[in-house]
């Protein structure tokens, strides 16, 4: 196999990431803080979201490290920690590995439609705020906001199938100026006369639930963004040095997020009262800028579009990989396994854009099937986190070029523990946060549901092979389409 690829074949990506590149990729997460946190600040109080935030944090950045073995040991399998998932219970269920990779990819691609309405609505009130026409789809009035949100729908996925290093460059230009008012926020308040503590409040009780069903109601929806660090791990086969650039990128994505989801909400909730927030959950940032730096609420908005734009390029290119590489290892359709010319999943990036596509023409608020990717992304963490203890136990003398210590095993199975009680509480408690309901708790089955679906059809019908619910060996998954021979059995032993 040549050092330049990663995968062997027609099916290869170039190697030319380093971790710099991995940690530019997770800057797209610290970006939807400024699309979440201000909604659990209006409704919680300032040090409640804190709060929360530093514990949603915290536990991705553990997680992050559990990843991080698992990423030395399949650094060829694309599609990151989905694939982690299906390597670590295959020899228990061959039905994981699709599940975790459709629960993983439709967290990641319903929220490009969020992303770009967003957007839309950001560009509409800085500069267009007389433009109210809509029309009928038949199924949704449509705005200027969904023609925008559209328009860099398209954008993302162009710059995407264009090859990784185009995708990548606008991923600085955005990352850069994302970080603005991160760094504003997170050092600026406490240096001006605008910054109050008065504006901090704990108020657990608004929400009429009891406080530990609304703290994990909101942990619920924080998890869909904050997790996200864990996206780096979908690029680990383009990592030129894939130990190291592995190691560095999931662990540094992991500490800087959890230092801005302390420090930004602490600083910006001391700008402001909590009804003020509340009122404007994405908006009211304009205004905190612009008493920090008086006159620059436009260059904050600009940076709110910026991160929201890094958010959906690296949205594309890490869902196109989890396709690509479900396909690759035969848990879905075989079409999906492709790469264009430019060495990217186009197909399974193409798959996206038509999702999001009939999502923003449709549907209009794509927030009503938050609570659907959400429940498949916790379900492909805690398979991911639990198939990590089944590796320490079915191979414990596997190589592990990045191998922590035994307490982690433990470790790992609190974080899934953890992330299940999240998972069932959060999709009972949809009310106290207002996203979703039974509807969309429906629609996240019928997805889930859809890829056992579909493996069953890539098994029997593509590859013409008997069903099978478990692979009887442990290790790399050979692949749908190669030979395995069973190793003879010595005269006088048995099977």
């Known amino acids: 196999m040549s050092t330049h690829n990663s995968v062997a074949g027609e099916h290869s990506y170039q190697k030319t990431l380093r971790w710099w590149d991995g940690f530019t990729i997770s800057l797209s997460i610290p970006a939807a803080l400024f699309i979440v946190i201000g909604y659990a600040m209006g409704s919680l109080g300032a040090w409640t979201a804190i709060a929360l935030a530093f514990a949603v944090a915290l536990i991705a950045c553990l997680q992050n490290y559990v990843y991080s073995e698992m990423a030395g040991m399949f650094g060829e399998k694309v599609g990151g920690i989905s694939m982690y998932a299906n390597q670590g219970w295959r020899s228990r269920t061959t039905l994981a590995g699709p599940v975790a990779t459709f629960g993983y990819w439709f967290s990641w691609s319903s929220s490009l439609a969020i992303y770009g309405l967003q957007i839309g609505t950001l560009v509409q009130a800085e500069w267009?705020?007389?433009v109210t026409w809509t029309f009928s789809t038949g199924l949704a009035e449509i705005g200027l906001p969904h023609v925008i949100a559209l328009a860099v729908l398209i954008l993302g996925w162009g710059l995407n199938v264009l090859g990784m290093r185009p995708a990548m460059?606008?991923?600085?230009v955005t990352g850069v100026l994302i970080l603005i008012p991160i760094v504003v926020f997170a050092v600026a308040p406490f240096f001006s006369g605008s910054w109050s503590i008065s504006n901090l409040h704990w108020n657990l009780s608004a929400s009429g639930f009891p406080a530990w069903q609304t703290i994990i109601a909101w942990m619920f929806v924080m998890a869909w963004s904050v997790y996200g660090i864990e996206a780096v791990a979908a690029f680990v086969p383009e990592f030129r040095d894939t130990v190291r650039d592995s190691r560095i990128a999931l662990?540094?994505?992991?500490?800087f997020v959890l230092a801005v989801y302390v420090l930004v909400p602490l600083g910006v909730g001391g700008l402001a009262?909590?009804?003020e927030i509340a009122a404007n959950p994405v908006t009211f940032y304009?205004?905190?800028?612009d008493r920090l730096i008086p006159g620059s609420d436009w260059l904050m908005t600009i940076c709110l579009i910026a991160g929201l734009m890094l958010m959906m390029v690296m949205t594309t290119a890490a869902g196109g990989r989890v396709l690509h590489g479900s396909a690759?290892?035969?848990?879905?359709i075989r079409q999906l396994g492709?790469?264009?010319k430019a060495g990217v999943p186009a197909r399974a990036m193409s798959l996206d854009l038509l999702v999001n596509v009939v999502l923003i023409v449709f549907v209009g608020d794509a927030l009503a099937v938050i609570v659907a990717g959400i429940m498949g992304y916790l379900i492909c963490h805690i398979l991911s986190l639990t198939g990590f203890i089944n590796l320490r136990r079915d191979q414990p003398d596997a190589e592990r070029p990045i191998r922590l210590g035994r307490q982690w095993v433990y470790i790992a199975g609190l974080l899934a523990a953890i992330d299940t009680v999240i998972l069932v509480v959060g999709i009972a408690s949809t009310e106290i946060t207002g996203y979703g309901g039974i509807k969309e708790v429906i629609i996240g089955i019928l997805v889930l549901s859809l890829s056992v679906v579909l493996y069953f059809y890539r098994q029997m019908k593509q590859e013409k092979q008997p069903f099978t619910w478990r692979h009887s060996g442990v290790g790399t998954n050979p692949g749908p389409e190669t030979d395995v021979e069973e190793a003879p059995v010595p005269a006088g032993e048995s099977k």
Do not use: V
């Open 128 to 130: 267009f705020p007389t």
């Open 169 to 172: 460059s606008i991923m600085y």
């Open 251 to 255: 662990r540094l994505a992991g500490f």
């Open 273 to 275: 009262e909590q009804g």
């Open 286 to 289: 304009l205004q905190a800028f």
């Open 328 to 332: 690759l290892e035969g848990l879905t």
């Open 338 to 340: 492709e790469l264009n």
